[in-house]
């Protein structure tokens, strides 16, 4: 079983930046891949970014490439996710996500373990 824990979130103006993490119980968490996932009010949930338990790949959602970016301490048990040039249609509750097979995935449906989120806003 693995916990995950997100915290970082918060309210920041258009252009600013913010740091998520997403701490992760667990001694298997290194094997794992990992992946954020956000959710807008009436909203489904969507993708945002993911990476393999090596670090060596990652995986963005074209809306925030190049402005976000994933990495992991497997030392730590510890995922971020820094988001630079915050635009207002990245409000969003954030959520991290666990993957045991390890694959890189944009789907939901393959990762089994979730936290409870953290709450981004980002004002105009």
């Known amino acids: 079983q693995v916990q995950l824990v997100e915290s970082g979130g918060g309210l920041v103006q258009a252009g600013g930046s913010l740091r998520l993490s997403c701490a992760a119980s667990?001694?298997?968490?290194?094997?794992?891949?990992m992946g954020w996932f956000r959710q807008a009010p009436g909203k489904e949930r969507e993708f945002v970014a993911a990476?393999?338990?090596?670090?060596?790949?990652?995986y963005y959602k074209d809306s925030v490439k190049g402005r976000f970016t994933i990495s992991r301490d497997n030392n730590k048990n510890t995922v971020y996710l820094q988001m630079n040039s915050l635009k207002p249609e990245d409000t969003a509750v954030y959520h991290c996500?666990?993957?045991?097979?390890?694959?890189?995935?944009?789907?939901?449906?393959?990762?089994?373990?979730w936290g409870q989120g953290t709450q981004v806003t980002v004002s105009s």
């Open positions: 996500a666990a993957d045991k097979s390890g694959r890189l995935a944009a789907s939901e449906g393959w990762y089994d373990y």
């Open positions: 990476i393999r338990w090596s670090s060596t790949k990652t």
């Open positions: 667990g001694r298997t968490f290194s094997s794992y891949a």
